[in-house]
């Protein structure tokens, strides 16, 4: 199984910026996706995520109203928009891929299963 991010860059901020995760090695319509991130010196944090079933979204505060997931089953990937972006959006955002994660582990990383490798987001003042 391999998850590959794309799509981060330099952005000034109140820019926006779409992470891309595909997925291969199996199919994932019946597992949560999320992103998460982690910024320099900083632990890990949940951003978004999008669980299984009913594909509901979850979002941290801090994100909430600006940057929006989405999932398309058909082609195994996972969207991360990201509007009006802030400096301390700076990080690099890691897609992960999870099973059985309850709505109470969603934002837990330890739960999920499959990682990809990063993609670095820089937001500018």
């Known amino acids: 199984v391999q998850l590959q991010a794309s799509g981060g860059g330099l952005v000034q901020a109140g820019g926006s910026l779409r992470l891309s995760c595909a997925a291969s090695g199996r199919t994932f319509s019946n597992h949560a996706m999320a992103w998460f991130r982690q910024a320099p010196g900083k632990e890990r944090e949940f951003v978004a995520a999008s669980r299984w079933p009913g594909y509901s979204t979850y979002y941290a505060d801090s994100v909430k109203g600006r940057f929006t997931i989405s999932r398309d089953n058909a082609k195994n990937t996972v969207y991360l928009q990201m509007n009006s972006l802030k400096p301390e959006d700076t990080a690099v955002y890691y897609c992960?891929?999870?099973?059985?994660?309850?709505?109470?582990?969603?934002?837990?990383?330890?739960?999920?299963?499959?990682w990809g490798q990063g993609t670095l987001v820089t937001v500018s003042s």
């Open positions: 992960a891929v999870g099973y059985r994660i309850i709505v109470t582990s969603v934002q837990d990383g330890s739960h999920y299963d499959y």
